[in-house]
């Protein structure tokens, strides 16, 4: 279903979708319905140029996200939920049906990210029309930005975290 290719920098996952470009777009550029899947509630509409407010859905584990550290090699470290009104995301670059882009912080949860100073990285998603339906491919890249103390673990969990939202989407679009 989804497949991989890292580097340090660079996170890259490709899935084919049961689902037509039209449908797929608007489950990524549509800022309510990104939200449904991604499992964040966002304030507002994605506009180029323009920053997005946004809450997570639900409780975080905190003892499930430090033990999901742990089994991924990395030192664990404690998480945050962002603020009621913090930055999720500013939107780079939208071309309907093709491509859509935001810079955000890269595993922001985590409690020695420092929002106000923090570099970002690039999130893009590409559609491509297939006989099976869209290939979306999601690429996340400037992790070797990110201070040092920080960089393997945001890199290693926005992996796992794009594997699972890979998966999300899927479903998403399948169910509706």
């Not at 639900?58 to 991924?72: F, G």
Request: hydrophobic fraction near 40%.
């Amino acid at each position: 279903m989804a497949s991989t290719e890292t580097s340090t920098d660079r996170i890259e996952k490709r899935v084919t979708l049961r689902a037509p470009v039209s449908r797929v777009w608007r489950a990524i550029a549509d800022a309510r319905e990104f939200g449904r899947w991604f499992g964040v509630e966002l304030e507002g509409e994605f506009v180029a140029g323009k920053t997005l407010t946004g809450i997570f859905d639900e409780e975080l584990n905190e003892a499930a996200i430090m033990d999901y550290q742990k089994s991924r090699g990395l030192r664990p470290s404690k998480v945050k939920l962002p603020e009621k009104g913090a930055v999720f995301c500013t939107v780079e670059r939208i071309e309907p049906e093709r491509y859509f882009s935001f810079r955000w912080i890269p595993y922001g949860i985590d409690a020695e990210a420092d929002p106000d100073n923090e570099p970002t990285t690039l999130v893009e998603f590409r559609l491509e029309g297939v006989a099976e339906g869209t290939l979306l491919t999601i690429v996340e890249s400037g992790f070797d930005r990110v201070p040092a103390h920080r960089r393997e673990r945001a890199f290693r969990m926005n992996e796992g975290g794009w594997a699972a939202q890979a998966e999300n989407i899927a479903k998403y679009v399948d169910s509706v």
